[in-house]
T-cell receptor, first 117, second 115 residues
Framework: EAQVTQNPRYLITVTGKKLTVTCSQN?????MSWYRQDPGLGLRQIYY???????DKGDVPEGYKVSRKEKRNFPLILESPSPNQTSLYFC????????????????FGPGTRLLVL | GDSVTQMEGPVTLSEEAFLTINCTYT??????LFWYVQYPGEGLQLLLK?????DKGSNKGFEATYRKETTSFHLEKGSVQVSDSAVYFC??????????????FGTGTLLAVQP
């Protein structure tokens, strides 16, 4: 089954304790990205990756890191989490970014709910 | 910058009622437009999309028409069901050369359908 998976689905942690949220897709997609969802703000992009070893900042990158060593995986790293990073996080992927609506249609993972105390 | 504005929710309807969720956008180029749906406890699923002016996206009885003159992409359904209860997000993607695949989302509209 074609899908985007995220782990963990739920996480409670404390301020300053490094954590990683994993994201994996099995569709051979080139493009992957991370969003956070907050009440009244919709979803905002944190980081994105156009391909292996190519990553760039989105609209709200502060406090986050990413890496793209393999095409299928795009982990989100919080080196020193703070309470303002409590949120619902979504990973998404698409075949590409141009060349028609098929390429640009994004598929989302189930979400990771993070609470930072 | 680019933005999407959706009507505030929650929207509460009775089963078989007509649904409209308003969405307007601001963009400097010619964006693609999307509606995503988020069922309770799940991720976002693409509901429908339109890539150019006057295109109509449709899926599962939902429709939305890309109106460039009014910069709108309102979501409609003729007869809602309880199973349509979810949060609906309008989103755009710019189509400028070299642009990323970033989606710009509205704040979401919660739809609650009562039996």
């Amino acid at each position: 089954e074609a899908q985007v998976t995220q782990n963990p689905r739920y996480l409670i942690t404390v301020t300053g304790k490094k954590l990683t949220v994993t994201c994996s897709q099995n569709m051979n997609h080139e493009y992957m990205s991370w969003y956070r969802q907050d009440p009244g703000l919709g979803l905002r992009q944190i980081y994105y990756s156009m391909n292996v070893e190519v990553t760039d900042k989105g609209d709200v990158p502060e406090g986050y890191k990413v890496s793209r060593k393999e095409k299928r995986n795009f982990p989100l790293i919080l080196e020193s989490p703070s309470p303002n990073q409590t949120s619902l996080y979504f990973c998404a992927s698409s075949p590409g970014t141009s060349g028609g609506s098929y390429q640009e249609t994004q598929y989302f993972g189930p979400g990771t709910r993070l609470l930072v105390l | 910058g680019d933005s999407v504005t959706q009507m505030e929710g929650p929207v509460t309807l009775s089963e078989e009622a007509f649904l409209t969720i308003n969405c307007t956008y601001t963009a400097t180029g010619y964006p693609s437009l999307f509606w995503y749906v988020q069922y309770p406890g799940e991720g976002l699923q693409l509901l429908l999309k339109a890539t150019k002016a006057d295109d109509k996206g449709s899926n599962k009885g939902f429709e939305a028409t890309y109106r460039k003159e009014t910069t709108s992409f309102h979501l409609e359904k003729g007869s809602v069901q309880v199973s349509d209860s979810a949060v609906y997000f309008c989103a755009l993607k710019e189509r400028r050369g070299g642009a990323t695949n970033k989606l710009i989302f509205g704040t979401g509209t919660l739809l609650a359908v009562q039996p």
